[in-house]
């Protein structure tokens, strides 16, 4: 029997993301229909919120853990987060979690260097990109990395906050998106890494100047192999 997988919820339009890739792509391992058993628990994106703001990492990590102790609960095998700002405060959580965790930048870097990509953009919300969260996975692999500018922070900030995890899509947010990756091109970047899980409702391959890390299915994929495999193994 595959694993059950636990994920450990933040914002709803990447969460929801991450488990309909699971389930969809499930059958291709599993058979028609088929996927691994999935369990979900998510606090309000609020406390989160509140949290970060204030700098507040091992708040964060209360509330992950809290999720991590109900999923554990309810049988899952190990865990996910489709949230790339909350795994700043994952080194608080992983020594008092009741089960292992997938890291999101780690399967992303992963991909990057089977891909064979050496210099890779960094998208996402203020409190990512302003973190090591990306910079500390992508160095280990020997990839360099550029992150967007304080005025495209803000501004990607405002589309990811105030309208993509409200599910609100708009063209002008494309085109946000598509300056920044062009400028991260002519800087050298071969790739860039979505690095909000709500990011690929808007942005992917066909729309966007470098190729895409796709951060929310790639996360579903590594999980969805853990499962019927039964490792932790996250090399490609």
Same mark, same amino acid.
């Given at each position: ?5 636990? #994920?450990?919820? $933040?914002?709803? /339009? ?22 691994? /058993?999935?369990? !979900? ?6 406390? @989160? ?12 990590? /209360?509330? !992950?853990?809290?999720?991590? %102790? ?10 996910? $987060? ?6 700043? *405060?994952? +080194? @608080? ?12 930048? =780690?399967?992303?870097?992963?991909? *990057? ?8 953009? #960094? ?10 969260? @990306? +910079? ?15 005025? /495209?922070?803000?501004?990607? %900030?405002? #589309? ?5 995890? $409200? ?7 494309? *085109?946000?998106?598509?300056?920044? !990756? ?6 050298? $970047? ?7 899980? =709500?990011?690929?409702?808007? !942005? %992917?391959?066909?729309?966007? +100047?470098? +190729? ?9 994929? *590594?999980?969805? &192999? &853990? ?10």
């Amino acid at each position: 029997m595959p694993q059950h997988i636990g #994920i450990v919820g $933040c914002s709803a /339009e990447g969460a929801a993301l991450c488990y309909k890739t699971i389930c969809a792509e499930g059958a291709q391992q599993l058979g028609a229909h088929a996927h691994p /058993e999935v369990s !979900m628990h998510t606090p309000s994106l609020a406390e @989160y919120v509140d949290c970060l703001d204030r700098g507040d990492l091992q708040g964060v990590a /209360e509330l !992950m853990l809290a999720s991590a %102790n109900k999923l554990a609960k309810a049988g899952a095998d190990f865990l996910i $987060c489709p949230d790339n700002t909350i795994h700043q *405060a994952l +080194p @608080y959580v992983e020594a008092r979690s009741p089960l292992p965790w997938l890291h999101i930048a =780690e399967v992303a870097a992963a991909e *990057a260097v089977r891909r064979g990509f050496q210099r890779i953009g #960094i998208t996402g919300t203020r409190w990512l990109v302003d973190s090591e969260v @990306y +910079p500390e996975k992508l160095t280990a692999r020997g990839l360099a990395y550029v992150r967007p500018s304080d005025a /495209e922070r803000d501004e990607i %900030n405002h #589309i990811i906050m105030d309208e993509l995890v $409200c599910g609100v899509f708009k063209p002008e947010a494309v *085109a946000c998106f598509q300056r920044v !990756m062009a400028r991260m091109k002519d800087e050298g $970047c071969d790739a860039v890494v979505l690095g909000c899980t =709500e990011i690929p409702l808007i !942005m %992917n391959d066909s729309n966007s +100047p470098l +190729p895409t890390l796709d951060s929310t299915r790639l996360l579903a994929r *590594a999980a969805l &192999r &853990r499962a019927v495999q039964g490792t932790a193994k996250q090399s490609a």
